[in-house]
T-cell receptor, first 113, second 112 residues
Framework: QKEVEQDPGPLSVPEGAIVSLNCTYS??????FMWYRQYSRKGPELLMY????GNKEDGRFTAQVDKSSKYISLFIRDSQPSDSATYLC?????????????FGRGTSLIVHP | KAGVTQTPRYLIKTRGQQVTLSCSPI?????VSWYQQTPGQGLQFLFE???????NKGNFPGRFSGRQFSNSRSEMNVSTLELGDSALYLC???????????FGQGTRLTVV
């Protein structure tokens, strides 16, 4: 079993839908939780970053962390075709003076007009 | 300011050869990390360098090595290439390995 599990999809939704992306993890030592977005032929870019359990909102994006269940989610409201990308969850703990993220395999999201 | 620059963008090598990939971090960033991305395994951590020292290492064979120069630029080397080394190799830089990391566009390596 991988430390971070993420359904690869693809997830196809109509424009304007609310999207829910999820990851589960097994390592209770993880302290930081992140969501990255990766467009085709590009490197990942950080979308959301959170430390504690609970919700964090940024525009149309909401990140949710439930440490007791080892489950994190990313919600996208009013989804747009430009949101079509692969979404990677990542989580990290301290290691040798830095925080090295462990990534999920990514969920491919397609938002069709 | 300029982002993370990786060169070359694409590379085709023959099994058994070696390859060197380059990464120029964002100015002022001292931490550089390397990742391998494949459809089957996703993004996997290779190693991290900070101030010319390898600070963390992932679970990859010794054929994968790297180094960092005094200007924080980093190189990654893979010797005795195998078909399974075909992947997108990504470099990420951050100020200190703790704050946000910014990724380059990657080098697509194909081993034939």
């Amino acid at each position: 079993q991988k430390e971070v599990e993420q359904d690869p999809g693809p997830l196809s939704v109509p424009e304007g839908a609310i999207v829910s992306l999820n990851c589960t993890y097994s390592n209770s030592a993880f302290q930081y939780f992140m969501w990255y977005r990766q467009y085709s032929r590009k490197g990942p870019e950080l979308l959301m970053y959170t430390y504690s359990s609970g919700n964090k909102e940024d525009g149309r994006f909401t990140a949710q962390v439930d440490k007791s269940s080892k489950y994190i989610s990313l919600f996208i409201r009013d989804s747009q075709p430009s949101d079509s990308a692969t979404y990677l969850c990542a989580m990290s703990t301290a290691s040798g003076g830095s925080y090295i993220p462990t990534f999920g395999r990514g969920t491919s999201l397609i938002v069709h007009p | 300011k300029a982002g993370v620059t990786q060169t070359p963008r694409y590379l085709i090598k023959t099994r058994g050869q070696q390859v060197t990939l380059s990464c120029s971090p964002i100015s002022g960033h001292r931490s550089v990390s390397w990742y391998q991305q494949t459809p089957g395994q996703g993004l996997q951590f290779l190693f991290e360098y900070f101030s010319e020292t390898q600070r963390n290492k992932g679970n990859f064979p010794g054929r994968f090595s790297g180094r960092q120069f005094s200007n924080s630029r980093s190189e990654m080397n893979v010797s005795t290439l195998e078909l399974g080394d075909s992947a997108l190799y990504l470099c990420a830089s951050s100020l200190d390995g703790i704050t946000e990391a910014f990724f380059g566009q990657g080098t697509r390596l194909t081993v034939v």
